[in-house]
């Protein structure tokens, strides 16, 4: 111990000894993982990462949705099992019961994180600029610039979205030090939020490319998703979820001023739909299109069509995407979730009879109208459909999908494949295409 106490006074004598100034200059020193604003915008690498960083809210459309935002495990399509609450799973099982209250944990916290993303993208806009000399063109720059811009509207609209009026002070960066008057700013209206959106993202898209020509670049913000953003943004203002909720007609700010229109604007369906239709034209300029593949005799297979549009990527040929992401590290473990045990999944997540029902038959007829107080269902005569027993021959349609039954039984030649076999349940024969794919059944 007294070795060390040795070093100590010998260090701290150095230190006096020396000049004032240099032993000052030494512990002044910034440690050297602390950059700048200048440093990183001084840089290409440590710009792009920054943007990297406002992007870095954008949900998954898996985990994200399914799990995190829990927007689907919310509906009444799919179940899971208790047993996974202590994985954590807990406030996923608690929207499945309606067990969630506004005390309850919401790990995306749309009210505190995505304005986090959103100061860094004005912050960006602020301080990014061009360094030709690094690649970082004019534009180069000005293209990340509105990237960054697409990002700050579509968070403002994953926000009014989930909590309608929001506290709205588009484009300024409040410093840190501000008082705390500046800081707390009060709600503004509904449509004032949608009305800003609308006119951005229609800025955003006569700038942004429609697609990217190096695939490197997947999953960055495009005209097409700003267009599609803008579409969904003005449909939700045109529904009664905010256009003349009488729930919401009595909502005002701390001025005073009311938050939502009290009596529905028939008017902002026709913007909506314009929005839609200037989407619909702007993508099948960009080569935007549905996907298909074919049969051996030209026909399109619409099991194949449907099964590899979730599948394939866009360099691929799977036009259909309008909203990348650029990975989706948990793709096999969220398979994994929803494959029986014994082809290697753990069978957790079920789908509910009524989404079975749901589907459509081959004929193109409803199977289902609706249910009868005991629960039981109304089924179309016209449909065709078969409540109960045991199918008496293997069904084929053409197509290439595998799915339906041995290989053994499939005609090559004439593209003629099972899709269900001999003894199958009959409320699972003469579905529709979406079904065979979608859901798996017991002897699938």
Same mark, same amino acid.
């Given at each position: 111990?007294?070795?060390?106490?040795?070093i100590?006074?010998?260090?701290l004598?150095?230190?006096?000894?020396?000049?004032t100034?240099?032993?000052?200059?030494f512990?002044?020193?910034a440690p050297?993982?602390?950059?700048?604003?200048?440093m990183?915008f001084?840089?290409?690498?440590?710009?792009?990462?920054?943007?990297?960083?406002?992007?870095s809210?954008?949900?998954?459309?898996?985990?994200?949705?399914?799990?995190?935002?829990?927007?689907?495990?919310m509906?009444d399509?799919?179940?899971?099992p208790?047993?996974w609450?202590?994985y954590?799973w807990?406030?996923v099982?608690?929207y499945?019961t309606g067990?969630?209250s506004?005390?309850?944990?919401?790990?995306p916290?749309?009210w505190v994180?995505?304005?986090?993303?959103?100061r860094?993208?004005?912050i960006?806009?602020?301080?990014?600029?061009?360094l030709?000399?690094?690649?970082l063109?004019?534009s180069?720059?000005?293209?990340m610039?509105?990237?960054v811009?697409f990002l700050?509207?579509?968070?403002y609209?994953?926000m009014?979205?989930?909590?309608?009026?929001?506290p709205?002070?588009?484009?300024v960066?409040v410093?840190?030090?501000a008082?705390e008057?500046?800081?707390m700013?009060?709600q503004?209206?509904?449509?004032?939020?949608?009305?800003?959106?609308?006119?951005?993202?229609?800025e955003v898209?006569?700038?942004l490319?429609?697609?990217y020509?190096n695939?490197?670049d997947?999953g960055?913000a495009?005209?097409?998703m700003?267009l599609?953003?803008?579409a969904?943004?003005?449909?939700?203002a045109a529904?009664?979820?905010?256009?003349?909720n009488? /729930?919401?007609k009595?909502? &005002?700010?701390? !001025?005073?001023?009311? *938050?939502?229109d009290? =009596?529905a604007?028939?008017e902002?369906?026709e913007?909506?739909?314009?929005a839609h239709l200037d989407?619909?034209?702007?993508?099948?300029?960009?080569?935007?299109?549905?996907?298909?593949?074919y049969?051996?005799?030209?026909?399109?297979d619409p099991?194949m069509?449907?099964?590899?549009?979730?599948?394939?990527?866009?360099?691929?040929?799977?036009?259909?995407?309008?909203f990348?992401?650029?990975e989706?590290?948990?793709?096999?473990?969220?398979?994994a979730?929803?494959?029986?045990?014994?082809?290697?999944g753990?069978a957790a997540m079920?789908v509910?009879q009524?989404l079975? /029902?749901?589907?459509?038959? &081959?004929n193109? !007829?409803?199977?289902? *109208?609706?249910?009868? =107080?005991?629960?039981?269902?109304?089924?179309?005569?016209?449909?065709?459909y078969?409540?109960?027993?045991?199918s008496?021959?293997t069904?084929?349609?053409?197509?290439?999908w595998?799915?339906g039954g041995?290989?053994?039984?499939?005609n090559?030649?004439?593209?003629?494949?099972p899709?269900?076999e001999?003894g199958t349940?009959?409320?699972?024969?003469?579905?529709?295409p979406?079904?065979?794919?979608?859901?798996?059944?017991?002897?699938?």
């Amino acid at each position: 111990m007294k070795k060390y106490k040795s070093i100590v006074k010998a260090v701290l004598l150095s230190c006096t000894l020396a000049l004032t100034t240099s032993c000052n200059d030494f512990l002044d020193k910034a440690p050297d993982d602390q950059l700048t604003m200048e440093m990183v915008f001084s840089d290409k690498i440590r710009t792009e990462d920054w943007l990297a960083g406002v992007y870095s809210s954008v949900p998954s459309p898996m985990w994200g949705y399914f799990k995190a935002q829990g927007y689907n495990i919310m509906g009444d399509d799919i179940t899971i099992p208790q047993d996974w609450s202590p994985y954590g799973w807990g406030n996923v099982y608690a929207y499945t019961t309606g067990n969630w209250s506004p005390i309850s944990t919401w790990d995306p916290y749309y009210w505190v994180e995505l304005h986090k993303r959103i100061r860094s993208g004005l912050i960006f806009l602020q301080e990014a600029k061009v360094l030709p000399e690094k690649d970082l063109t004019e534009s180069y720059v000005n293209q990340m610039k509105y990237e960054v811009r697409f990002l700050i509207a579509y968070y403002y609209s994953l926000m009014i979205e989930l909590y309608g009026a929001i506290p709205f002070t588009p484009g300024v960066l409040v410093s840190v030090d501000a008082p705390e008057s500046e800081m707390m700013t009060s709600q503004r209206p509904y449509a004032e939020v949608v009305d800003w959106i609308d006119k951005e993202l229609l800025e955003v898209s006569e700038h942004l490319p429609a697609v990217y020509p190096n695939n490197t670049d997947w999953g960055r913000a495009t005209s097409i998703m700003a267009l599609a953003i803008r579409a969904k943004t003005l449909l939700f203002a045109a529904s009664p979820l905010f256009n003349g909720n009488p /729930d919401l007609k009595d909502w &005002k700010n701390s !001025e005073g001023e009311f *938050l939502f229109d009290a =009596e529905a604007k028939p008017e902002r369906w026709e913007k909506a739909a314009k929005a839609h239709l200037d989407l619909i034209k702007a993508a099948e300029a960009a080569g935007h299109k549905l996907y298909y593949e074919y049969n051996v005799d030209g026909s399109i297979d619409p099991f194949m069509s449907y099964y590899n549009m979730s599948l394939k990527r866009f360099s691929e040929g799977n036009k259909e995407i309008l909203f990348g992401r650029p990975e989706n590290v948990d793709l096999n473990y969220w398979q994994a979730h929803h494959l029986p045990k014994g082809i290697g999944g753990n069978a957790a997540m079920g789908v509910t009879q009524e989404l079975v /029902d749901a589907f459509y038959m &081959k004929n193109g !007829e409803m199977p289902i *109208l609706g249910y009868n =107080e005991d629960g039981s269902p109304i089924i179309n005569p016209e449909s065709g459909y078969v409540e109960n027993g045991f199918s008496t021959n293997t069904e084929y349609r053409t197509t290439k999908w595998p799915g339906g039954g041995p290989s053994n039984l499939a005609n090559k030649e004439t593209g003629v494949s099972p899709v269900t076999e001999e003894g199958t349940y009959n409320m699972y024969c003469n579905r529709e295409p979406r079904f065979y794919v979608s859901v798996i059944y017991n002897g699938a």
